[in-house]
């Protein structure tokens, strides 16, 4: 058995297609007999590694390889518990761990809360919402966020960005829902950012906005589209668009120029000014990012000297709590 594996393993870095994908077949029907010889490929990361082939090839045994994952971490051996536990959460979420290894991991984020500076929130993420730090608790009404928890940066922007931020699911009726997963920033500078690139995304990060501004007073849009060369910025309050900028909208700009907009607007009267600045900023400030500095912060590191609290995990429906979410995380 061992050797078949080790071969079938072999045959998952070949360049033939056929060869590649019949291996894969092979493992996947050798199921959890295959578990304990495929672990340890999980743990190699050097160059040329099968590391993530295997990883797939495990993903797609799905729930039948639970049960000896979960042996693995109760009894051994011990040098493959770590990847078993990887393997767990990445399968089935933080559901598939037991109560131990859950309180084991809900503490090692505590810890981790605690000295997490400087904190780095990602620019490239390309979308985020922005509201006042003191108002956290009316921002997470308005938007009907569930299952708040701490967590580190690390965790949150990889959880709302790069993992699986959705999933759909039955109620108690069998009626269909889809959830996603967003995460809440520390403070930083007397805001807080959110980040979640489905919920932005199919919600409308612009119809989030003014609803969120209802309850907490204020909040902001961005976001900045580098494959379409296009820019998106919106403030409101109380409800209400106050002034917003697209690309592509029609119109472009929403709402009369903000004070901030007004030393770039009248460049047009400058007989020395730069011809091509005169016309880009002839109705306003058309960059996310010269908005955000301006209005709030601008994602990316962050100074610890304007770093405040931690950060939190939230999703958007009651019957879909974090713990439901497939997908290892960094922590």
Same mark, same amino acid.
């Given at each position: 058995m061992q050797d078949t594996t080790q071969t079938l393993v072999g045959h998952l870095s070949s360049r033939d297609h056929a060869v590649c994908s019949a291996a894969q077949d092979a493992l996947i029907a050798l199921g959890p007999a295959a578990i304990d010889q495929l672990l340890p490929y999980t743990l &190699?990361?050097?160059?040329g590694s099968p590391r993530r082939s295997v990883q797939f090839v495990i993903g797609r045994m799905g729930d039948e390889v639970?049960?000896?994952?979960?042996? @693995?971490?109760?009894?051994?051996?011990?040098?493959?518990?770590?990847?078993? #536990?990887?393997? #767990?959460? $990445?399968?089935?979420?933080?559901?598939?761990? =037991? $109560?131990?290894?859950?309180?084991? !991991?809900?503490?090692?984020?505590? @810890?981790?809360?605690?000295?997490?500076?400087?904190?780095? +929130?990602?620019?490239?993420?390309?979308?985020?919402?922005?509201?006042?730090? =003191?108002?956290? &608790? &009316?921002? !997470?009404?308005?938007?009907?966020?569930? =299952?708040?928890?701490?967590?580190?940066?690390? @965790?949150?922007?990889?959880?709302?960005?790069?993992?699986?931020?959705?999933?759909?699911?039955? &109620?108690? =009726?069998?009626?269909?829902?889809?959830?996603?997963?967003?995460? @809440?920033?520390?403070?930083?500078?007397?805001?807080? #950012?959110?980040?979640? *690139?489905?919920?932005?995304?199919?919600?409308?990060? +612009? *119809?989030?906005?003014?609803k969120v501004s209802e309850q907490a007073g204020e909040a902001h849009f961005y976001a900045i589209d580098t494959y379409h060369s296009s820019q998106l910025w919106w403030l409101s309050r109380d409800g209400h668009v106050v002034r917003g900028r697209s690309t592509y909208g029609e119109p472009e700009f929403v709402g009369d120029p903000l004070p901030f907009e007004l030393e770039y607007m009248e460049g047009e009267d400058d007989p020395f000014a730069d011809p091509y600045f005169v016309e880009k900023y002839a109705k306003g400030v058309t960059d996310a990012d010269m908005a955000a500095d301006a209005l709030s912060v601008m994602p990316g590191p962050m100074p610890e000297s304007t770093t405040h609290g931690h950060g939190w995990l939230a999703t958007t429906h009651a019957e879909a709590p974090n713990s439901r979410f497939k997908g290892a995380l960094p922590i």
């Open positions: &190699d990361r050097s160059s639970l049960p000896r994952l979960r042996e @693995i971490r109760s009894e051994g051996p011990g040098r493959l518990r770590g990847s078993a #536990l990887e393997m #767990l959460v $990445e399968l089935g979420g933080v559901d598939a761990l =037991d $109560e131990r290894d859950r309180r084991a !991991v809900e503490r090692l984020v505590r @810890i981790k809360i605690l000295d997490e500076r400087p904190v780095e +929130t990602p620019s490239e993420s390309g979308r985020w919402l922005a509201f006042p730090a =003191d108002r956290l &608790d &009316d921002a !997470v009404a308005a938007l009907g966020l569930h =299952d708040v928890r701490p967590a580190t940066s690390v @965790i949150g922007v990889a959880a709302a960005t790069r993992a699986a931020d959705s999933l759909e699911f039955r &109620d108690a =009726d069998g009626e269909k829902h889809r959830a996603y997963r967003v995460f @809440i920033t520390p403070e930083f500078s007397g805001w807080r #950012l959110l980040f979640g *690139n489905s919920f932005l995304d199919e919600l409308g990060g +612009t *119809n989030l906005a003014d």
